[in-house]
T-cell receptor, first 115, second 110 residues
């Protein structure tokens, strides 16, 4: 049981390049989230999904796109990377909150640097 | 105004001390509350849920005050291993979002 797995763990991009971060969970969770964490800013929600085929914007969605084609996977895309997107990205998953779901389980993070 | 606000610290206290953090939230429709712990360069992990009646887990006590819209975390007899960032988390009843505070850094010195 791997929990939540993020790939890659590290990446350096040049400005304007694109990339996709993959999040996979094997806990059959309905909800999945993408956060970014910057010094002094805590975790800020980028996008989230409450089920396969659905996505919604969080606090800081600009410059990112997401897809949830399969329940176990949540992809975060950067179409044209900018230095402001240098950050640590965390994926998380949980059961629905109204179904007693509480704990969010996190991946180990992806450290992205855009130069 | 941020939806969830915390004192960023850092709190630097001696081993064995008692330390308390507060967190305020702005949306009265908030449903569920938690404290997470994050170690340096690691992912956040659930520390404890926060219930209206208050709850305790060993040296840790969490309280919720809905009228004043804040939650608190008390750590007694602090250990060196308690050094970490503590994140306040709120889940809204009207949405499916999990909102994190910016975290409070705690450093325990010998």
């Amino acid at each position: 049981n791997a929990g939540v797995t993020q790939t890659p763990k590290f990446r350096v991009l040049k400005t304007g390049q694109s990339m996709t971060l993959l999040c996979a969970q094997d806990m059959n969770h309905e909800y999945m989230y993408w956060y970014r964490q910057d010094p002094g800013m805590g975790l800020r929600l980028i996008h989230y999904s409450v089920g396969e085929g659905t996505t919604a914007k969080g606090e800081v969605p600009d410059g990112y796109n997401v897809s949830r084609l399969k329940k176990q996977n949540f992809l975060l895309g950067l179409e044209s990377a900018a230095p402001s997107q240098t950050s640590v990205y965390f994926c998380a998953s949980s059961y629905p909150h109204n179904a007693g779901g509480t704990e969010a389980f996190f991946g180990q993070g992806t450290r992205l640097t855009v130069v | 105004r941020k939806e969830v606000e915390q004192d960023p610290g850092p709190f630097n206290v001696p081993e064995g001390a008692t330390v308390a953090f507060n967190c305020t939230y702005s949306n009265s429709a908030s449903q569920s509350f938690f404290w997470y712990r994050q170690d340096c360069r690691k992912e956040p992990k659930l520390l404890m849920s926060v219930y209206s009646s208050g709850n305790e887990d060993g040296r840790f006590t969490a309280q919720l005050n809905r009228a004043s819209q804040y939650i608190s975390l008390l750590i007694r007899d602090s250990k060196l291993s308690d050094s970490a960032t503590y994140l306040c988390v709120v889940i809204y009843s009207s949405a499916s979002k999990i909102i994190f505070g910016s975290g409070t850094r705690l450093s325990i010195r010998p």
